[in-house]
């Protein structure tokens, strides 16, 4: 019986030289909360970790015993080495039970590295204070499947997001600043400003300044050679306040930020704005897709915050400060190293929230662990949220702008969660559990795999093998077991393997690893859903199509018509989509669970991030900032006498 090899596969014990130090698990029944099970385990000085890793210590930036930052001058040692597979682990429809896409990655690389005695690195996303001090929690992982130091790798960690936010919102600041400046001085008077006169002598051209006038097509360098035309086009900015395309964002849920005034102590100036989370950020994203510390200071000063009234885009390098922002972020490309609980190495680097963002593990981190494994060996990289949402992203963003190819798909469902998508009651926070969570039922289980083959089906069209994992949990019987593996197979996923590393950690993944090394073995034939040259608006409905919406159905406002014209015309046509939406139903609807069929993609607004590479487009009614419920996680985190974190979950 599946349940039965799972737990007898727990107790065995695998003694063998590795290739990484291990922690040897004692596991509890009932398993510990998250916190008692990281403070249970000793971590190794994060030095062991990276040179059992093949990281020299000179190449390590050290944030204490537990974590540290790696550089991105490893490459050049490492050179062209031979790289590793890559599996890219993402899931089905979330539901409120939650599906353990972290856990079950962790577990999978514990069982690699501790068990399997293979070359491994897992790549997760840093997560967000907002989910940690919210309902949520936090993302390191679950039970004995786990990243740690898990109270700091959820809060803080090396700074990577306070760096984000601080960028993010210096350019929020420079821009307004700026344009209170446009509205109550002259470009004459503006212009004096930035090219003051020092000791009777015109103070020179900042380099942004330089890079502003040639972009303006302005081919001078001396500031008394300007016209007057000309020092009106180079000092005016010249946006709308209603055409201002730049938030500021807090690493917060903070519902009452959504929609604010600013400018209520300025003359002449007051205009609507609002807050963002931080991981929806455009520096965040700048931040996982660059390849090094020049891409990425390129990439912010492409961003663009409006349009101005000529039809000029307005960037950060126009501001002016793309290169203070550069200088405050410029630790944050170093992927952070830290480790599982058995030992196994884990880069921590990019933001979470695949349904405002594009939600994935940063390429320097994917590139890095790639080589350091080598051709042997695996590298396990997170797409967030559903597969309809996170891996549609991870393959036609991130793989198209980084050139990296995945070997391998992991599908992690529950049975739980297929039960509610087969048509199972509705769950409440505090409210015991309906019976049909807790007793067979098998028909409710196979109902629900339709939402699983959906996913499965979709991964697929990628030309990837994919293998479903199931995170099994204590109550799951053979028979809805079974049902899971039929459907799975019958959708074309090559395997479909229980997991059980919550309660055991790697050995409760030794089966699941070794199926995905032997997926990784078949010939991938990997290809993106939609070209380069494809119209934005038809790309939009080819993603729309794979959530089971028909290319009718999806509609565009006039906002956001206009708005792709304007991108189209300016050269940002090749751009990939990253579409927002809600991740609880393949539709815009949240309340649709399972298969739906039928419904209305309405893109109410876009975005261009043209820092990152890719184009938003806002579909339904989400939210780039989530709110507090009544009773958030907050209320159960302390801190006692000694520093010990308590609360975490």
């Not at 809805?480 to 919550?502: H, I, N, T, W, Y």
């Not at 309660?503 to 199926?515: C, H, L, Q, R, V």
Request: proline letters at 5%; charged letters at 20%.
């Amino acid at each position: 019986m599946l349940t039965q090899r799972l737990a007898r596969r727990a107790t065995i014990k695998v003694f063998q030289k590795h290739f990484f130090a291990t922690n040897r698990l004692v596991c509890k029944n009932p398993v510990p909360s998250d916190l008692d099970v990281a403070q249970s385990v000793n971590p190794f000085h994060i030095e062991e970790i990276a040179a059992d890793s093949g990281i020299n210590k000179e190449e390590l930036i050290l944030y204490g015993e537990t974590k540290a930052k790696v550089k991105l001058s490893i490459r050049d040692r490492l050179g062209d080495n031979s790289k590793g597979k890559l599996v890219v682990v993402t899931g089905i429809t979330p539901t409120p039970f939650g599906e353990g896409k972290t856990t079950m990655a962790c577990g999978i690389h514990q069982a690699m590295t501790a068990h399997h005695n293979f070359k491994a690195f897992c790549n997760i996303r840093q997560p967000s204070l907002g989910p940690v001090f919210g309902v949520k929690g936090g993302a390191a992982g679950g039970g004995y499947s786990q990243v740690i130091p898990m109270d700091e790798f959820n809060l803080h960690l090396t700074g990577d997001f306070h760096a984000v936010a601080a960028a993010h919102n210096l350019l929020g600041a420079a821009l307004d600043s700026r344009l209170i400046h446009e509205v109550n001085q002259s470009a004459q008077s503006i212009f004096k400003n930035l090219c003051p006169k020092k000791k009777g002598k015109r103070q020179g051209f900042a380099p942004p300044m330089l890079r502003r006038l040639k972009r303006l097509g302005i081919d001078k360098t001396d500031p008394d050679s300007l016209t007057p035309e000309e020092i009106k086009r180079f000092a005016h900015l010249d946006l709308a306040l209603d055409a201002v395309n730049w938030k500021r964002v807090v690493d917060m849920n903070d519902r009452a930020l959504r929609g604010i005034e600013v400018g209520h102590t300025e003359k002449n100036f007051l205009r609507k704005t609002g807050f963002d989370i931080a991981s929806a950020s455009e520096c965040m994203a700048v931040l996982a897709l660059s390849t090094s510390l020049s891409d990425m200071k390129e990439r912010l000063r492409r961003i663009v915050v409006g349009i101005s009234r000529g039809g000029e885009f307005v960037t950060a390098d126009d501001v002016g400060c793309s290169g203070a922002m550069a200088a405050i972020m410029k630790d944050t490309i170093h992927p952070n190293l830290m480790q599982s609980l058995e030992g196994g190495p884990v880069f921590v680097h990019g933001g979470p929230f695949a349904n405002i963002a594009h939600g994935c593990s940063s390429t320097t981190a994917d590139d890095i662990a790639l080589r350091l494994v080598g051709k042997d060996g695996y590298v396990l990289t997170e797409a967030g949220f559903g597969a309809d949402i996170g891996l549609e992203k991870f393959m036609n963003i991130k793989c198209r702008l980084s050139g990296l190819s995945p070997d391998c798909v992991v599908l992690v469902a529950t049975i739980r969660a297929l039960k509610m998508h087969g048509g199972g009651p509705a769950v409440s926070s505090g409210k015991p559990l309906p019976a049909e969570y807790l007793q067979e039922n098998v028909e409710l289980v196979k109902n629900g795999a339709k939402n699983m083959q959906h996913h499965v089906r979709n991964a697929a069209r990628y030309g990837v093998p994919v293998v479903v994992c199931i995170n099994a949990f204590p109550g799951d019987t053979d028979n809805e077991l079974m049902a899971v593996r039929a459907a799975a197979l019958e959708a074309g996923a090559v395997d479909a393997v229980p997991c059980k590393s919550f309660e055991y950690g790697g050995e409760g993944a030794f089966d699941i690893a070794g199926s995905i090394s032997k997926a990784c073995e078949e010939s991938s034939k990997f290809e993106l859903l939609y070209p380069d040259e494809m119209a934005l608006e038809e790309k939009i409905r080819t993603i729309a199509e794979t959530y089971g919406a028909s290319a009718s159905d999806v509609t565009f406002s006039d906002v956001a018509t206009e708005k792709l014209r304007q991108y189209t015309e300016s050269g940002y046509g090749n751009f990939p989509i990253c579409m927002a939406k809600t991740p609880l139903s393949l539709s815009t609807d949240p309340e649709l669970k399972g298969v739906p069929a039928g419904f209305p993609i309405h893109i109410r607004d876009v975005r261009l991030s043209a820092g990152a590479g890719f184009v938003v487009a806002y579909a339904g009614d989400i939210m780039t900032m989530p709110g507090l419920t009544t009773r958030p996680a907050y209320f159960d985190v302390d801190v006692d006498d000694n520093g010990q974190i308590k609360g975490l979950f």
